[in-house]
């Protein structure tokens, strides 16, 4: 079975919560030996999920970029570069067997939550708004966690419940 | 100045109040002479705004497909098969000079409307849910419309502040 | 049935002799009421195609643009703003009936017959090099034109075998 | 500096020469350390190159599929899913510091060097035909290769420079 890979996705500015538990997340995921997929910027939730991960040993980062060839963080050990802006949202959600957002409190963020439920990947909202929660649920299925350490044991679930 | 192009954007299954509403949409926008822009396929919202764009005669309807070859309605006037999927969402956004949403009722739509928002587009959000409302305040700017005809109102306003 | 649409493709930069073929099959295209569709931007092939077809009253010119806002030319009446850089020669391909590329003098127009060809789309170079004749003869399907006329009656006879 | 990512690109089915190059030179560029990047699929170059990089202890293969969720080869390390079809190719290009065609045999690699010129990143055609180099020298800038290890010293004459 190829490695599973977690996409964490969240603002580029972030609270200091979101970046904090997107921080820990990266370093939880990295330690369960998961690949951590972000949209691969030196910004927010990215920088934060990618900064968690390379605090461990032998983890492998993977940065879907909007840009043709710069501006991938320092963080990043795989660069995808797919010119096509926010459109690479897409790629994001079907590059990752499940996806966490840290907060949904940008349009980026929102628009990559959407697609993963349209997508029917499994999605969970870590730290989301009563607004966000309210909507999302109005639209699609969804998890909801606490902390990043919830996150982990959700993410553990879904990937034994699809071996 | 090139014909202005209104994307009307919607569920594959939409409320009746939405569909009425975007096909409502779809004859205002065509008898104003501004071209109709969807995502194409042969139901819901999709459907009814070309649907009502072609009761107008000299209207043109062009149609953002997630496929390569087949799957649009027979009311779209020009397809653009993208072989894309979702990801041909940023391309609608992009393409369109306003955004209306009649109704915010699944994922695509939600994603339309986050990368509307991201991109800096007049974004209209008519007859969406007070859940849908709520968040996209959180989110970033837009306009409310009670019925298509408020619509086109605000469309008017924002083709002329941009001219 | 759609209204057919042809493909002109060409470089940005050509020889004269493939603008001044390019201007033709788009006003050759355009009497026959056939949609032309090209890149979309006011350079070359691209421009001269749209400014043949826009000779004829009733034509309609669609530009697929590589940027996400800016950079359609004079002469596209509809530009649809993919964001995608050269990827979008992949849409240019998939949303013509047939192509056509006016000399094949340039790495895009390369890119768009080869893929052209992989999708099993008719494909006919109109004053393409021997070099380049020989190259797409080893990979793939194409057909020959001496002149925008001959390219015309192909197209014709390819649009009633696929009737 | 992040480690180099080589594209290896070549046909689903390329001859056993092509075979046999891409499979030695994938071994060669893991053996340096850096990244293998193929189309991801489970034929000809693709999977020639993965299998030769995969013999080599601590290697990392990348794969950008053209699908949304199946179809990488067995020694694809980490898999991208576009959902993109064959506009994924220009994705692959973007993402390469260096692409090397193991022979230009169809239609898919030859969009893929046609792009590469067009990006102006370093091209190698390692084992085209005469044809190939005749119309390749057409259009742009590129250098030959008669064998996988000449292939892997221009790579590093090529990182050194850019360096």
New interface residues.
């Given amino acids: 079975m190829?490695?599973p890979?977690i996409g964490i996705m969240g603002a580029a500015a972030p609270t200091p919560a979101s970046y904090a538990a997107a921080e820990k997340l990266g370093r939880l995921v990295a330690e369960r030996g998961w690949?951590v997929l972000t949209g691969g910027e030196p910004a927010g939730v990215m920088a934060a999920a990618c900064a968690g991960a390379k605090q461990v040993a032998g983890s492998?980062t993977?940065g879907?970029l909007p840009g043709?060839?710069e501006g991938?963080g320092p963080d990043?050990?795989?660069?995808?570069?797919?010119?096509?802006?926010?459109?690479?949202?897409?790629?994001n959600v079907?590059?990752s067997d499940i996806i966490v957002a840290c907060g949904?409190?940008?349009?980026?963020t929102?628009?990559e939550v959407?697609?993963a439920?349209?997508?029917g990947k499994p999605v969970i909202l870590l730290g989301a708004?009563s607004?966000?929660r309210?909507?999302?649920?109005?639209?699609?299925e969804w998890l909801p966690a606490a902390d990043p350490e919830e996150a982990v044991r959700l993410i553990e679930q879904k990937l034994e419940d699809t071996q």
Same sequence: chains 1, 2, 3, 4.
């Fill in positions: 190829r490695t890979v690949i492998l993977l879907i043709t060839s991938a990043v050990d795989v660069a995808v570069f797919t010119g096509m802006g926010d459109a690479r949202n897409a790629i079907l590059s949904v409190e940008g349009p980026g929102s628009s959407a697609l439920i349209k997508a708004s607004a966000a309210a909507f999302f649920r109005s639209i699609g």
